[in-house]
């Protein structure tokens, strides 16, 4: 006689991999989110599998944390290591750009991925560097995404959760729960936060509204409005001085003041009203310059750039930022400092030889720029890289004294420079203002190309001067203006300048 055991009865779900994968870069808190979801499937007893792939660095390379989960068994799952190309269930990503990569990657399929990510942004070190504006279009990202992804859930999760006094972490897993994703109940999202034991009331909180957001839906964050304009501060005699000024820019054409004004209050915050005088005598000039009949075109760009050009950025301007008020203010307020917490704040400084012979008197730092062996020496005394924690008295003193001699800026070597360069470049521009208006706009607005300092001042200015070259290759062409401006906008495409190369033979090859 033969007996048959009864089939043993199977779970329909075993064999069945869920894979998830999280997009994160550093201080997103990537592997916190990692670690409940793992713990989470665990304890619902999953057999889990977390791993992660570092980027290149931060900003410039996300983490990828993967997970894959399936109901435990006696058969004991093999789990991949990575994720593959249409071969992933949910991604989350913790910025709006990493769910543009995750899309470029493949990871996200409309058959079968739900795509959860955040819109705010953190800007990538390609964003910054480019001399131009390089921030990509978020707005490209969010269709790319709406095609892809069988599912898609966003919102700003990183203001949901600071709203909360949490991080974005929590936030995504609460979305994470809100989409149904995973065969949980929300109270198993809520335990294994609890079992985190660290900041677990901020966290489930964070975890509440980011699981409405998934749910419901949520309006983005109202951006806020312009800042109120900023006032001028001083004692008396000084503010006489300046409500002169500012009467003086008001006796300007009503298409010029808004522009005058706000040109003016950089300079003089820059320097004195004595400065701001200067500034305000140079833009009166050109107005005189100018019929108008452009819509004053000329005029505003010169009370643009005019005030970008006086109020340049050197050693003295660098440090009196670094020790304003309002700035250790906005630095605590971003990191989220409460009541007596303390602050530790370092500040990186590498100063090149040129920059030590430009705070030299004019005369003196001429003779210094002028001499090999000065400078060579310059360089080994101070060409190193430094850091000054302003958080100490010692340091910060270091900077206030040095933001303190806007007195001395008038006499050094590079005020000199700058104003010489200034004076050039006005009048280079507005030597063609009779002949062609237009081109003589797009000279001024050249002056975008020079900016920062340091090797980033140094490489502004080698392109400011291929494209202000550049004007004598088009003088009497009918669309001279127009080549400018694409010069301009080609040297703001890469540091390298191989654009602005490329360009430059163009319009040779025409003349």
């Known amino acids: 006689m033969n007996f048959v055991l009864p089939a043993k009865e199977t779970d329909a779900r075993v064999g069945q991999i869920i894979k998830l994968a999280v997009m994160a870069v550093g201080g997103q808190g990537g592997g916190v989110l990692t670690g409940w979801i793992e713990a989470m499937a665990r304890a619902q007893g999953y057999a889990c599998q977390a791993t992660s792939v570092a980027g290149v660095a931060q900003r410039t390379g996300a983490t990828i944390y993967y997970v894959e989960m399936t109901p435990a068994s006696d058969q004991q799952p093999i789990f991949a290591l990575a994720p593959a190309g249409g071969d992933v269930d949910v991604l989350i990503a913790a910025e709006m750009m990493e769910v543009g990569r995750a ?91 609890r079992a985190g034991g660290k900041g677990v009331e901020p966290s489930l909180k964070a975890f509440g509204v980011g699981f409405e957001a998934a749910l419901n839906g949520i309006a983005e964050p109202v951006k806020a409005g312009p800042k109120p304009a900023p006032k001028m501060k001083g004692a008396r005699t000084q503010m006489q001085k300046w409500e002169a000024l500012v009467a003086r820019a008001q006796g300007l054409p009503n298409a010029v003041q808004q522009m005058a004004l706000t040109g003016l209050m950089k300079v003089v915050d820059f320097q004195d009203t004595t400065y701001g005088a200067g500034y305000l005598q140079r833009l009166e000039n050109i107005v005189d310059l100018d019929t108008g009949a452009q819509g004053w075109e000329l005029s505003v760009t010169a009370a643009k750039y005019i005030a970008n050009a006086m109020a340049y950025d050197d050693i003295i301007r660098v440090a009196d930022l670094k020790t304003r008020g309002p700035r250790f203010n906005r630095i605590r307020e971003e990191m989220g400092v409460e009541g007596q917490q303390l602050v530790q704040l370092t500040e990186f400084f590498h100063p090149r030889a040129e920059e030590i012979a430009s705070m030299m008197p004019a005369r003196m730092g001429a003779k210094w720029e002028a001499d090999p062996k000065r400078m060579a020496r310059l360089d080994r005394w101070f060409n190193k890289g430094r850091r000054l924690r302003t958080h100490t008295l010692r340091s910060f003193l270091m900077l206030h004294f040095l933001g303190g001699l806007k007195g001395y800026r008038m006499k050094t070597r590079r005020h000199e420079v700058e104003v010489a360069h200034l004076e050039t470049w006005l009048d280079q521009s507005l030597s063609v203002v009779e002949q062609d208006y237009a081109l003589a706009v797009e000279m001024l607005k050249n002056r975008r190309l020079v900016k920062g300092y340091s090797d980033t001042h140094v490489r502004g200015l080698s392109k400011f001067a291929t494209v202000m070259g550049a004007a004598t290759l088009l003088r009497g062409r009918g669309d001279a203006a127009e080549w400018m401006a694409r010069l301009r906008e080609a040297a703001l495409q890469d540091p390298e300048g191989k654009a602005l190369e490329g360009a430059i033979q163009t319009v040779r090859s025409f003349v």
Do not use: C, N, W
């Open 103 to 193: 899309v470029m990657r493949g990871f996200v399929t409309p058959d079968r991925t739900t795509l959860i990510g955040s819109t705010h942004r953190a800007l990538a070190v390609s964003e910054k560097t480019a001399p131009g504006d390089a921030i990509a279009s978020s707005d490209e990202v969010r269709a790319a995404a709406e095609i892809a992804a069988q599912r898609l859930i966003l919102a700003d999760m990183d203001a949901l959760a600071v709203g909360q006094g949490s991080v974005i972490s929590a936030s995504l897993f609460g979305a994470l729960a809100g989409s149904g994703a995973l065969p949980f109940p929300r109270e198993a999202y809520e335990d294994a936060i």
